[in-house]
């Protein structure tokens, strides 16, 4: 496996691994003054969760 692969996904896991903390413990992230709904926290996770799955399975041998 590639270097950058390997980081891309540590990167996406990471992320979605923050996305499901969010769910877990909700707090509230606010962008620009307007409160971000926790339903993007599962588009989050599931968007970030398949881009690591499908970066690993391509970079399998």
């Known amino acids: 496996m590639k270097p950058f692969t390997r980081l891309a996904i540590v990167v ?3 992320i979605a691994l923050a996305h499901l903390y969010r769910l877990i413990r909700p707090f509230d992230v606010v962008l620009s003054g307007s409160a971000l709904p926790q339903w993007a926290s599962v588009v989050g996770v599931i968007i970030a969760a398949g881009l ?3 970066l690993w399975r391509e970079a399998r041998p």
Do not use: C, R
Request: proline share 0%.
């Open 12 to 14: 996406s896991v990471l």
């Open 52 to 54: 690591a799955l499908m």
